[in-house]
């Protein structure tokens, strides 16, 4: 996430031509590749090959070919039916974690920036000092005091994720509640919070929707790296950070183990980036 | 400097130094703070303290348990805890680990060097490779500055971990060229560098490579280049100390990405440190060990924005005192 901020300053040059998305290949191509990823998703069974659970211990470690298109584990496991149904929980934890991180964010950064000034300096404060820490360490903070497993290292993500959205809501509510139309609202008798509804969200919408599609890549990338540190899914349950982890130890002989699901969240983090990308160049203008 | 200034009475505080004791003054409001936090959220997070304490070897006996809770005096109220933490860690004590029945001080002491060591040759090499990149890719044909966006956007997009596997993969196991484990020597130290400063020279060359790209229309590049100077010489002496500029105030998220990637990077080549340390506690839930990397953590970053905050001046004429507007 603090790769996305550093970033974010610094819109792509490209200039989009709204509609643009669907002509370019350029821009297409990630949206096929998420939309296959979706499918993976929803229907493991139709790609899988094997049982993800099976062991086959006469069959254990296996290099890629025709029987296990990506070899199998020590355990005899077949890394493509592993990969495919550790799809859903790697991507729902990444999906989790930016729905917390962007609805805490909003929450904060609506009464930051709506509310009075010492609500806005305490807050701001707060969050500036959590923007200090790296994504990875605040969430690592939050596996320590919850414990690990696929809910807490989602919800870990998410609040590590919190100070970013925030800061952007905060920023973009005190722009429109500066604007000369809520002035006016408010010179008709509008009521405060009904122009924080009517007003601000919707206008903060739009960035936070660019942030978060940004956020994405980096919440997968967070969630892999704790899985990597075996406090994510528990066995056997299994996202491709613990499947990196479990072939860790068999590098020298078996490879294909951790290369492949570090493989897969290069590309979905890949497709969110220009997607995330594209959006805000679009945006920008 | 002028005879006035020298015979200047010498109890004037420089204005420099009022700015730093400032702005650490400041910083250790955030230390507090960030102390404070984790203090409280240690002692609210479900779980308990004994347990943890007592460790998972040993049966928890009422006897035990009370033994535990006098010895680290649990039963004192939460105020009289927190002002004995902080007396603690104003006489420099961090506490003590859980798990590993030791002063924490101790424990990181032996692992700091690892890590700054690891830190600091992955931070020089990123720099390198990124100016190297934007330097040769700026202002070139489409083909070139493309790839080089590719390039960076899949560093950018590659979780150091994987990155991490596949040095090891390539270089150790097939190879056989360098060490996959350990700290020991310069050889041990080129994987895991490389899997820390490629991410993050992704980041670097493209703020560089953009810098670069918005100097290049700028009255001082045409003035250098009218009195003769080649594209390389401006880029040298003139461009690139100006590009440069911007990854000072980076330097906060540059510390931040090289701590969070060391915690990968060293539990993936089994490398001593700090990330291995951190990785570790939090695992076995080892609160005081994480609450000590918290403060040591956010106290490197007060030092270092303050640092740059103070040679930012010396690196920008325009911001010093008295200097060209």
Redesign the interface.
Known sequence: MSTVTALLDRPAAAGARRGALLRSPARLAPLVLLAAVALVLVFPGVFATHAPEATDVAAALRPPGAEHWLGTDQLGRDVWSRLVHGTRLSLLIAVGATVIGVGGGALLGLVAGCGGRQVDFALMRVVDVLLGFPELLLALVVVALLGGGTVNVAIAIGVAGVPHYARLVRGQARLVLRSEYVEAARVLGVPAWRSVLRHVLPNVGGPLVVLASIGLGSAIISGSGLSVLGLGPVPPDADWGSMVADGKDFLQTAWWISISPGLAVSVVVVCTTLIGRSLQSRAVR | MSDRARLAPRRHVPPWARFVARRLAAGLV?VW??LTV?FF??HL???DIVDGLIGPGAAATPALRGQVIAENGLDDPLLLQYGRQLAQLASGGLGWSYQLNEPIERLLGSQLGPTVELAVSALVTALVLAVLAAALTVGRGRTVRGAAGLAE??M????S??LG??L??VFS?RLHALP?IGADGPAALVLPTLALAL?LAG?LA??IR?ELETTDGRPFVLTARSRGLGATAVLLRHTLRHALLPLTT?S??VL??L??GA??VE??FTRPGLGRV??N???S???PV?SAL?VI??AA?VVINTLVDVLHPLIDPRLREGGPA
């Open positions: 955030v703070g960030t984790t959220a240690l997070a479900p779980g956007l899949l950018v997009s590659m979780p971990f994987w596997i596949i090891l993969t196991y996959s991410p980041v493209q703020v953009q980076l906060g998220f931040g990405s701590f969070g915690v990968l539990n993936i951190l990785a506690a939090v695992g839930r080892d609160l994480v918290v953590s956010s970053f």
